[in-house]
Every structure is written in C-alpha cells, then in structure tokens.
C-alpha cells in the first residue's frame, strides 16, 4: 500500500472540522467523557493516506466519533466502508449520524455476530477492532480475510481488553511482514502493518509515523 500526503491531509482536515464543529458530543453514546481529538483525524488521516478500498468497523458502541472519521475517510477515497455492529445498536445508529447526512451514505451497517459477519469480506485493507465487543478476540482475528499485499489493522480501547492476546501473536506466522506498535492514545490502541512491499514502502511509512508523533 503507497502513501498519499495529500488524501490523508484531507481526511484529516476533514475531521478536524468536524471535532470543531459538533464538538462530537451527538455521536458520543453513554459518555461525555472523549477520547482526544487526534486519536479519530488520526485514524482518518491513516485509512485515507493508504487509501483503503475496504474498511471494516467492528464496533459494541453504535455509531461513534471514530465511525465518523472512518466514512470521512471513506468519501476521502471513494472506498468501501462496513460497519459492524451488535443487533441492539439501531437506535445508537440515528443518534449517532445526527448532523453527519452528508456522511451516512457513505456507511454500509451489517448487524449481527462479528465473527460471522466478518467472513463475508475479503481483501480488507483497513479495519478497526473495538476491545469492548463482546466476542472471542482470537477467533475474531482469524476469521479476518485481509489484503495480504497491504493493509493495516488497529485494535483500540486495549484497557478493555478481557484477553491479554493481541492481533500481531495470532497473525504472525500465518502472515507474513507484520509490524505493530502500541500507541499511548484514547483507551490504548495497537496499529499492525502488514505488508509485501519493499524498502521503499518501508520509508514511507516511517516518515509518516514521524509525522505524526511530533
């Protein structure tokens, strides 16, 4: 998967306009209690910038901020964006995307078992793994069919993690060029790179991890 500055500025600005704007309290469910901003332009930022044809969300929260800046993302690169979530979650589905219509298009909802539900992609570029689903982590990841030639994983709220397993011990072995990095930020979150590219690959997503962390 190459780097594109320019879609991954976009989405980010994007969301930053957002936060601005609805400060995300309408898509925050049970809690006024945020995660920081940067944690979704982040996310946003990194979906867009490898321009992700499928992105995959599996969520227990309804229709978060992240959610958001994922469809943000997806608009970003005329992508596929999924969202999967727990059959009780269509009320938290409108009250999630109030004010967001322009971007509700944009969200494909399936309801239903994560692990199940899952199966029915393949060749995911991009996907977000929420710790608070209730579900069988290790089984969920191997029930994963991602694009072995390039896409990233990120596990977030790892401070809710029942299971001390992690997405890189399960993947390891069974793919190949896998390097993840835990990341201080929101609830703790785990980003996994998996790759078949070069070197030159390689640099790109160092400078942009240097971006970022300045």
Known sequence: MEWFPQDAMKAYLHTLQLCKIHNYQDCTVGSSNLIEPKYFEFISALAAGKRARLMVEITSDGITPLTIALAVAAKQTGGRFVCILPEDCVEKKRAGLKGNDDLEDMIEFVYGNPRE??????????????????????KLFKSMKLNSSGSIVVVNSLHHRRERISFPEVVKGRIGGVKSV??????????????????????????FHVTFEN
Do not use: W
């Not at 930020?185 to 160092?206: D, F, L, W």
């Open 117 to 138: 539900a899952i199966k029915q992609y393949v060749h995911i570029d991009f996907a977000v793994i929420d710790c608070k689903v209730n579900a069988d982590h290790k």
């Open 182 to 207: 835990t990341l201080p930020i929101g609830e703790g979150m785990e980003v996994t790179r998996i790759r078949s590219g070069g070197k030159r690959e390689r640099r790109r997503y160092n400078r």
